[in-house]
């Protein structure tokens, strides 16, 4: 890959700090310290269901965590909105994963602490190291609000703000973001189509790639398609 393509986000390595030893505690635990609405990353692996609000996950983007004893990583990167969760195990070894303050495409690139390889975090691709052009497995994962998650797993557990950090959980580092009109440090050619930083659900099947934007299955709810050769339903 051209290395023009990478970008220094500022932080340097870790200086976003990635959490390697997750707390938790119960719903009842969390209390009102989330609000109804309010975004968590839903996860649910042997039935053992963890919620890992963004209000959390903003301010340190990758959690390595194990769930139902397997090492799996929890990761989200707020210029994009991607709240992606993989596996760290890979060819039967276990990775730890940090964040490497760089960016490409206006995406969050990782770094293993192992071999010290680059990771794009939207597609669990190494791009630069030793372990270039091998990819994570994904796991299932969703963003849901808390209200949903409670109700769906009332006996789940919550990403704990007890992080050994002093954040600012609640408050929005990237307020106005959202309403800019071109991804930070993006220097790719622009497609017009939809705006810079239109929320999207993206399916992929096998070569075949489609993007849903939030504008419209907003309005449909439920859109019916077929992608390559995988018919597919989007719920919103």
């Known amino acids: 890959m051209p290395y023009d393509e990478i970008f220094s986000g500022g932080p340097p390595r870790d200086g976003i700090p990635p959490i390697y030893s997750p707390k938790f505690e119960s719903i009842s635990q969390a209390g009102d310290g989330l609000k109804?609405?309010?975004?968590v990353v839903s996860f649910n692996l042997g039935g053992d269901a963890r919620a890992y609000p963004l209000q959390i996950l903003i301010w340190h983007e990758i959690v390595?965590?194990?769930v139902a004893g397997q090492p799996?990583?929890?990761t989200f990167c707020p210029l994009c909105n991607t709240a992606i969760a993989f596996e760290r195990t890979l060819e039967g070894k276990v990775y730890d994963f940090g964040t490497s303050g760089l960016l490409r495409f206006s995406d969050l690139v990782m770094r293993d602490h192992q071999t010290e390889s680059l990771w794009q975090q939207?597609?669990?691709e190494a791009i630069v190291g030793d372990?270039?052009?091998?990819?994570l497995t994904f796991i299932p994962a969703t963003v849901v609000s808390w209200t949903d998650f409670k109700a769906a797993f009332p006996q789940g557990k919550v990403f704990s703000k007890d992080t050994g950090f002093s954040r600012s959980y609640g408050r929005n580092p990237y307020s106005g973001y959202d309403n800019s009109e071109r991804p930070f440090l993006f220097s790719g050619e622009v497609d017009e189509r939809l705006g810079g930083l239109e929320r999207v659900v993206p399916v992929t099947a096998g070569e075949a790639d489609v993007a849903y934007p939030f504008s419209v299955i907003s309005r449909l709810m439920v859109v019916h398609d077929r992608v390559g050769d995988r018919?597919?339903?989007?719920?919103h």
Not at 231 to 235: I, K, S, W
Request: proline residues 4%.
């Open 122 to 124: 939207a597609t669990g």
């Open 36 to 39: 109804g609405v309010e975004p």
């Open 64 to 66: 390595n965590d194990v």
């Open 131 to 135: 372990l270039t052009g091998k990819r």
């Open 72 to 74: 799996v990583m929890i």
């Open 231 to 235: 018919e597919v339903v989007v719920f």
